[in-house]
């Protein structure tokens, strides 16, 4: 099948190359040259475990291709996937200009029948749009060329992109086109050879689908923050909470686990513009207005702490901070807690030294040099006041305390994503605080 991506970002680079390793002929349009530059030089623009072997080996079997020529693009693909962006608009709302521009291009162009698979995460009512705008720039050519649009929102995860997309729990189909739909079910066959993971649906339900799913992902790690705070005034401890709820089948363990807030570039803004949504349609989503609102203030919880113990004027106090990514195994910073962790500490007069395993790049493109950055997360230790650890990277769970405890001017580690046992780090002389835990 040959197939066009438009826009090669986390979603779309993923996708055309795990579309090409089952054979697809792939090509990937971006508008940012220099994201085409690094791909066709052989290099990887994100940093996502796994995907530079899967690019590599298509790129050399000639399966996948890396393009800024949108005539080509679409001229290439019989299926059109649109993976752009979809950033929050000043109102919430989800911004679909990029989404537009995409099938406008398609529509400006296209001399065939095209399949167009919105793959962003966009509102109920945007295929609708999608289809508008192909339709408008065909009536503006004078020509009659058959389309059908498609919604397959993406579920992946950051960090497991690879393995999501190659082994998913399921498969949104979205449409109403018999012949769209036969086209995406050969598409997607190799994804679900040993059971169907596809579900078609009405192009509105798997729309909502999408936002459903982040929204309920979100609702539960809120919901887990209040509880670790009140957990905190109670005396009791929420890892042992967890557990004891995690081990009800209709609960369930995955999502549970309280920490310093979520960000990332997918749940704030989903969560904002599934709100947003509702409010045009006279309603108001109040477990989601909550979900929001706990959530901003958990990004506060660490800084508090901060403030708790040495006051509200930092100055002349550093801080360590270990991790800066949103979430272990991505350099993702969009929306990430340790920004707002790091503004608080900034405002109130102290410097900070941070370090992160993939995120140094990325971090120093967002922060510049508001702050310094230590090659090791022993290295953010001199001098600072305290340790704050802020993603729950895989090489920060098992430290060596000893040296934490003698580096630190003073001996206090205020951990924001529940990493160690509390006795145990205390056992080294560490004042040691997470989220709520006795
Ligand atoms: N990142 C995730 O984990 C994830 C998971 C599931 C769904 N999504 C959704 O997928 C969509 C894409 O997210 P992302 O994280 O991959 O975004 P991204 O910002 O990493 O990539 C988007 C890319 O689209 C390009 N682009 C914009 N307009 C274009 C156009 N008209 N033609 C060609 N290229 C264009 C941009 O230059 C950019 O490289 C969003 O709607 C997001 O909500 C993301």
């Known amino acids: 099948m040959k197939i066009t991506v438009i826009g090669t970002g986390y979603v779309g680079l993923v996708t055309g190359a795990c579309l090409a390793e089952y054979g697809n002929d792939v090509l990937c349009l971006d508008l940012d ?23 590599a080996r298509n790129v050399e079997a000639g399966r996948l291709r890396f393009s800024t020529d949108i005539e080509e693009s679409v001229a290439h693909g019989t299926v059109q996937f649109i993976a752009v962006g979809t950033p929050p608009g000043e109102d919430g709302s989800a911004d679909l200009q990029y989404v537009t521009a ?20 966009v509102p109920v009512g945007t295929a609708e749009k999608v289809a508008d705008a192909i339709r408008e720039e065909l009536a503006r050519r004078g020509v009659d060329v058959p389309f059908g649009v498609v919604s397959n929102p993406e579920f992946l995860k950051e960090g497991a992109a690879v393995a999501d997309f190659m082994r998913p729990d399921r498969i949104v189909v979205g449409a109403e086109d018999e012949r769209a739909i036969r086209i995406m079910r050969s598409i997607y066959q190799p994804f679900q050879r040993n059971h169907e993971r596809m579900l078609v649906m009405d192009i509105r339900s798997a729309e909502l689908t999408k936002y459903a799913a982040n929204a309920m992902l979100a609702t539960r790690i809120s919901f887990m923050n209040e509880l670790a705070n ?6 009791a401890d929420i890892e042992l909470v967890r557990k004891g709820i995690g081990s009800d089948p209709r609960i369930g363990y995955s999502f549970l686990y309280p920490g310093c807030g979520y960000g990332g570039s997918c749940f704030p803004k989903d969560v904002k513009a599934l709100r947003r949504t509702a409010t045009e349609y006279g309603m108001d ?12 203030l958990q990004k506060e919880r660490l800084l508090q702490k901060v403030v708790d113990r040495f006051g509200e004027d930092l100055r002349g106090r550093r801080f360590a901070l270990w991790g800066l990514a949103f979430k272990p195994r991505t350099d993702d910073m969009r929306e990430a807690p340790s920004l ?44 600072a006041d305290a340790l704050l650890i802020v ?5 920060f769970q098992c430290p060596d305390f000893e040296r934490i405890a003698a580096t630190l001017k003073q001996p206090v580690v205020l951990d924001g994503r529940n990493l160690y046992d509390p006795a145990m780090v205390r056992e080294y002389g560490i004042d040691y605080d997470a989220i709520g835990r006795r």
Not at 106 to 112: A, E, I, L, N, R
Request: aromatic share 6%; net charge negative.
């Open 102 to 121: 995409a099938a406008r291009n398609v529509g400006k162009y296209m001399t065939d029948y095209k399949v167009v698979v919105d793959k962003s995460t």
């Open 230 to 235: 009140l957990a905190e005034k109670l005396g």
């Open 285 to 296: 989503l109040q477990v989601l207005g909550a979900v929001e609102a706990v959530n901003d």
């Open 340 to 383: 707002v962790i790091i503004d608080g500490l900034l405002s109130r007069g102290a410097t900070v030294c941070a370090f992160d395993p993939v995120a140094m790049q990325e971090a120093r493109h967002t922060l510049g040099d508001r702050i310094d950055y230590s090659v090791s997360p022993m290295g953010t230790l001199t001098d």
């Open 33 to 55: 040259q220099r994201k085409i530059d690094i791909l066709r030089a052989g290099g990887i623009p994100i940093y996502e475990p796994g995907l530079d072997d899967v690019v």
């Open 391 to 395: 993603t729950e990277w895989k090489e």
